[in-house]
């Protein structure tokens, strides 16, 4: 399990390298323990609301497999998913949900919602906080940089307009 984590994790870092919200997937089909789709998150590259680190995954596994159902596969992902991805999980057939980080603001699989739980036409199986810390400790260093920078730059405009007032 730790092994599919920390591929989600070393995609969620080089998204992170990338200017994108440092979320990582790795879809693994389970009987045969390959992994056969990725994804990072590349809304912002890609301008983007689709763009999800699990979307993407999902949609290499479609392409892998050579279907849209992924039957006995599972997605690991490093930050709870939001609606849409829990909805492309549910239509895409998978069988377990693996998270690391909990998303208190809109994870949908168990924090905000809890969309696995209702009754649709397929059940998948949610397993959160695997490896938590080191999936949060990306995000927390992504947005701790992402403030520093934007006090840097907000003091640097202020220095800015004052020399042009002089």
């Known amino acids: ?3 599919y984590m920390k591929r989600a994790i070393e995609l969620a870092e080089l998204a ?3 200017g994108e919200v440092p979320v990582g997937a790795v879809v693994v089909k389970k009987t045969t323990g390959e992994i056969v789709g990725e994804g990072r998150n590349m809304r912002e590259s890609s301008r983007n609301a689709l763009a999800h680190a699990e979307i993407i995954a999902i949609d290499m596994a479609c392409r892998t497999l050579n279907g849209w159902r992924l039957p006995d596969c599972a997605i690991y992902i490093t930050l709870e998913p939001c609606p849409m991805c829990c909805g492309a999980i549910i239509n895409a057939r998978i069988d377990d949900v693996i998270f690391g980080a ?3 603001k809109s994870g949908s699989a168990v924090s905000v919602q809890k969309i696995f739980e209702l009754p649709y036409n397929y059940r998948t199986e949610v397993t959160g906080g695997v490896m938590e810390k080191d999936c949060a400790d990306v995000l927390t260093l992504f947005f701790r940089r992402l ?3 934007k006090k840097i730059q907000k003091n640097f405009q202020k220095t ?7």
């Open 160 to 166: 800015l307009d004052k020399s042009v007032l002089m």
């Open 102 to 104: 909990y998303d208190m």
């Open 16 to 18: 992170a390298s990338e």
């Open 1 to 3: 399990m730790d092994v």
């Open 147 to 149: 403030r520093e920078k």
